[in-house]
């Protein structure tokens, strides 16, 4: 069992950075590949960024790509998002994701997630 909590998300004004942050708990956290998701309002919930089990691979949506930084600390059982230059299109509940498939590597599809954080929200004001 994986337990995943967000947190750091917030209200910001466009053109603002946010850092979000994913605790895990399991020992085994080292080898999962990690993902961030967003869903917003009346939308399906889509892929934002993930990485790999020991962070040697990363991958971004093209929404984010350049403006987003996804990063893992193991020691730590966390996975981190760093957003910058962020759009009033970036409000959304953002997601913190494991695939537990071990030594995985990076995801973008949400059916290959087996867990699931609660959501941090996101606003952005233009």
């Known amino acids: 069992q994986v337990q995943l909590v967000e947190s750091g998300g917030g209200l910001v004004q466009a053109g603002g950075s946010l850092r979000l942050s994913c605790a895990a708990s399991?020992?085994?956290?080292?080898?999962?590949?990690m993902g961030w998701f967003r869903q917003a309002p009346g939308k399906e919930r889509e892929f934002v960024a993930a990485i790999s089990w020991n962070g040697g691979s990363t991958s971004y949506a093209d929404s984010v790509k350049g403006r987003c930084t996804i990063s893992r600390d193991n020691a730590k059982r966390a996975v981190y998002l760093q957003m910058t230059s962020l759009k009033f299109e970036d409000t959304a509940v953002y997601y913190c994701?494991?695939?537990?498939?071990?030594?995985?590597?990076?995801?973008?599809?949400?059916?290959?997630?087996?867990?699931w954080g609660q959501g941090t929200q996101i606003t952005v004001s233009s």
């Open positions: 399991g020992r085994t956290f080292s080898s999962y590949a």
């Open positions: 994701a494991a695939a537990t498939t071990p030594r995985g590597w990076w995801r973008r599809d949400k059916d290959d997630y087996d867990y």
